[in-house]
């Protein structure tokens, strides 16, 4: 199976969606649960949350992360795990340890205190000070810890870390069931997962979050079945003839939670709107892989997006409140954030010149040598 450049596109709209969330969620209207004035409703509460859907996004991610990632085993290509692990190591920790001395040194340097104006998620964002027990718990990196206290993306990272580990044992499982199987092992992880930790938090009074790796893991199982069943969607024929239809569709399930059935409820919110996003997750992916919205997601601006699209949901966060903490007394809000946005543009790329591509390259290299090592011990 060929790349698909049409998911890189994909990947890099969805961390533009998440920065935007972010950079919204500092107005205490965008953060309350209560609804507001007409405007804010609107955005907030129908499918137009769309632009600035940040768990959505994540959804999605996983859901990306488990098609890519099961490419390889399609083309039978010959997986060495300890080769999959390096690459891994390098493609996610390396530019994730950047991230978090960035984060770190920057609200050593510019934080300024809570601001007047600006919701309880922001002002609760590097309210930390830099402690040496939580350093260490973030280069640990797959453990339970306060992963919000220097960058709020960084959770997510850690569910995919955690889940890449076991990933080529969900290919094995995969590749030998049925999709209906594999589709009620997916729901089954996800009924657990969601099910054992309101148990933890509530009755035992245990505040972890490795059952949600167990949630998450089905987003990446049913990644995985698209893949091996991608060729024969697209060839199906009423895929073909209801691409319109199913862009519609996908984004009405997608923000699904936001404007049907309102009660948040952990059954509503965790379990059937997680299922909903993916859901319209998959409908967006097949309308997209198909002209004419293919070639338009082919566009070198959104290939661009797709190439910065881990270094920006990486650094956006810490560009935004280095950026509010040094000008929030010297210039108008809208304005820091219209910098924000350039600024995290500017940084991603930066980063993922210097350091993403320089450590998938290192992680290659280091798995070929291994690789050849093994080989000349064999021999």
């Known amino acids: ?24 969620l500092i107005f205490p209207a965008f953060f309350s649960s209560e609804r507001n004035e007409i405007g804010v409703n609107v955005m907030k509460y129908t499918p ?14 996983f859901i990306l992360s488990g098609l890519v990632l099961t490419i390889p085993f399609i083309n039978n290509e010959k997986i060495n795990y300890g080769n999959y692990i390096f690459k891994r190591i390098f493609r996610i920790y390396i530019p994730y340890i950047f991230a978090v001395l960035i984060a770190i040194i920057s609200r050593v340097l510019f934080y300024t205190g809570p601001k007047n104006g600006l919701s309880d998620w922001f002002n609760n964002l590097w309210s930390n000070g830099f402690e040496y027990k939580l350093f260490f718990e973030h ?7 306060n992963n919000n206290a220097y960058d709020p993306v960084l959770w997510s990272l850690i569910h995919e870390m955690r889940i890449s580990l076991i990933f080529p044992f969900i290919i ?8 209906q199987k594999s589709l009620c092992i997916a729901m089954i992880c996800s009924i657990m997962g969601i099910s054992l930790t309101k148990i933890s938090n509530s009755r035992l009074d245990i505040d972890v979050d490795y059952f949600m790796t167990l949630h ?9 079945l698209l893949a091996i069943n991608l060729n024969r969607i697209l060839q199906n024929k009423y895929v073909k003839k209801s691409g319109i239809y199913l862009f519609l569709g996908g984004i009405l399930f997608y ?6 059935f309102p009660k948040k409820t952990i059954f509503h919110k965790e379990i059937i709107g997680d299922w909903m996003i993916v859901l ?36 956006h966060s810490i560009v935004m409140l280095t950026l509010i903490h040094l000008l929030y007394e010297y210039l108008n809000i809208y304005m820091i954030l219209i910098i924000s946005i350039i600024g995290s543009l500017l940084v991603a790329f930066l980063a993922h010149y210097f350091v993403e591509r320089n450590s998938i390259k290192l992680g290659k290299n280091l798995s070929l040598i291994e690789y050849k090592l093994k080989y000349f011990k064999g021999s």
């Open 1 to 24: 199976m060929r790349r698909i450049h049409e998911l890189d596109s994909l990947r890099g709209i969805a961390a533009v969606t998440v920065m935007f969330s972010h950079y919204l």
């Open 48 to 61: 137009l949350h769309i632009f600035w859907a940040g768990h959505e996004a994540v959804i999605l991610f």
């Open 139 to 145: 280069v640990l990196f797959i453990g339970s810890f």
């Open 172 to 179: 094995y499982i995969v590749k030998r069931c049925s999709v």
């Open 216 to 224: 998450y893991t089905a987003m990446f199982i049913v990644g995985s």
């Open 255 to 260: 923000t699904y939670r936001w404007w049907f």
């Open 280 to 315: 319209g997750v998959v409908l967006i992916i097949c309308c997209l892989l198909r002209d004419p919205f293919s070639s338009f997601m082919k566009h070198s601006v959104f290939q661009f997006l797709g190439k910065i699209s881990y270094s920006l949901y990486l650094y």
